[in-house]
T-cell receptor
């Protein structure tokens, strides 16, 4: 596998379910990101992890819980979601060094539908 | 108000024609990224621009950054069906660089007519 992978690619869940999204990057990067893409809205940043520490939580509801066990893996744990949380969830990674902007590479996304 | 405005929102171009997409920021830009997205899929990295006046090209796609105007343009020469998709500009809007989430525009939907 190369680049950034995400599983599952599609997920349908009820509002009372608990599920997790997984992201894995094979690029040797040290920063990972979760973004949300809803219909008719710009891509929105959710969380940023740098060197496995969360450095940003962009006012995301607590029903979304991120986890970064190591620099290659990022999870998004979901519980008690609402139908308006249905969206494409995208993971990205970049190499953070010397406070210089670097390219961010994205995974294919997980299409989430909440019933 | 939107921090990054893209124009046009949608564009239909005859195959072989040139086209330009613009991205304007209401804030100082600290890096400008261009991505392409197929409907419902992930983003494909095209180019990153960091310095005012910088210009990069990849195949038939050229992007420029006008730092003073806080604006970037993406130009496609002799468009092909493979260019169809959604073009997104993203920007770092905070100084300091590093691990910084990007702010995105709403995207430009490009359709290439044969």
């Amino acid at each position: 596998e190369t680049g950034v992978t995400q599983t599952p690619r599609h997920l349908v869940m009820g509002m009372t379910n608990k599920k997790s999204l997984k992201c894995e990057q094979h690029l040797g990067h040290n920063a990972m990101y979760w973004y949300k893409q809803s219909a008719k809205k710009p891509l929105e940043l959710m969380f940023v992890y740098s060197l496995e520490e969360r450095v940003e939580n962009n006012s995301v509801p607590s029903r979304f819980s991120p986890e970064c066990p190591n620099s290659s893996h990022l999870f998004l744990h979901l519980h008690t979601l609402q139908p308006e949380d249905s969206a494409l969830y995208l993971c990205a990674s970049s190499q953070h060094r010397d406070r210089v902007l670097r390219e961010q590479f994205f995974g294919p996304g997980t299409r989430l539908t909440v019933l | 108000s939107q921090e990054l405005e893209q124009s046009p929102q949608s564009l239909i171009v005859q195959e072989g024609k040139n086209l330009t997409i613009n991205c304007t920021s209401s804030k100082t830009l600290y890096g400008l990224y261009w991505y392409k997205q197929k409907y419902g899929e992930g983003l494909i990295f095209l180019m990153m621009l960091q310095k005012g006046g910088e210009e990069k090209s990849h195949e038939k796609i050229t992007a420029k950054l006008d730092e003073k105007k806080q604006q970037s343009s993406l130009h496609i020469t002799a468009s092909q069906p493979s260019h169809a998709g959604i073009y997104l500009c993203g920007a770092g809007l905070r100084s300091g660089g590093g691990a910084d989430g990007l702010t995105f525009g709403k995207g430009t939907h490009l359709i290439i007519q044969p």
